[in-house]
């Protein structure tokens, strides 16, 4: 689905973020909530090779891929109004043009019990696109992320801003594909491995 498919009598609209929209939305937005999806994991298989990396370097950002056992956590938006088509043409070019993802709707559920489900916009990287970089170990992809930097910082900082998110609002998950490529990133850096997370920490606040 596109964008312009969305109708224009619609009000309101959510947005699911699973990645860098969790804490840098960066459109105005009614109201949020923390939630996941199900039926997909995300993966640290799509390239990044302007936001978080170069077209030398590219970086590595999340996906989802599909998996029916399978749910990701994450914060959804609602745009109400105007919101909704300015919202669409910044994300368009955020994800879409210079990301690289396309869009589809899923069923959102809130962390909230006192809220059923929404319908929700998500966008999503699949391995057609040319810069999806795919499977890799935990050590290949954390050794990637470490030499990363693009356009609005290193990738890192991508990293652990995700980690640092599903901590504080999702602290009962455990998401093991990126808890083990943040420990791994970190364990490059050892010996200091306590004092590179705090400053890591200090450093993207």
């Keep these: ?41 995300r993966r640290f298989w799509h390239g ?28 959804a938006y609602e745009v109400t109004d105007s919101q909704i088509e300015e919202s669409l043409q910044y994300l368009n070019m955020r994800e879409v043009v210079l990301g690289g993802y396309i869009t589809q709707m899923v069923d959102f ?32 992809i954390a050794a990637q992320i470490a030499i990363c930097s693009g356009n609005t910082g290193h990738n890192i900082e991508y990293l652990i801003r995700l980690a640092d998110f599903m901590r504080l609002y999702c602290p009962e998950v455990e998401d093991e594909h990126l808890f083990s490529i943040e420990a791994a990133v970190l364990n490059i850096f050892r010996p200091q491995k306590l004092l590179c997370r705090v400053r890591f920490s200090k450093l993207f606040e």
């Excluded at 962390?111 to 810069?131: E, M």
């Design 1 to 41: 689905m596109k964008p312009q498919d969305i109708p224009k009598e619609k009000s309101s609209l959510w947005i699911f973020g699973y990645g860098s929209l969790v804490w840098k939305p960066d459109f105005a937005y009614k109201k949020s909530k923390v939630g996941y999806i199900k039926g997909y994991k």
């Design 48 to 75: 990044d090779d302007f936001y978080r990396g170069d077209k030398e370097h590219p970086g590595r950002v999340v996906t989802l891929v599909e998996d029916q056992e399978a749910c990701t956590w994450g914060m």
């Design 109 to 140: 559920i809130p962390k909230d019990k006192c809220q059923g489900p929404l319908l929700a916009l998500v966008y999503i990287a699949t391995s057609n696109n040319p810069i999806y970089l795919g499977p890799a170990s935990d050590k290949e």
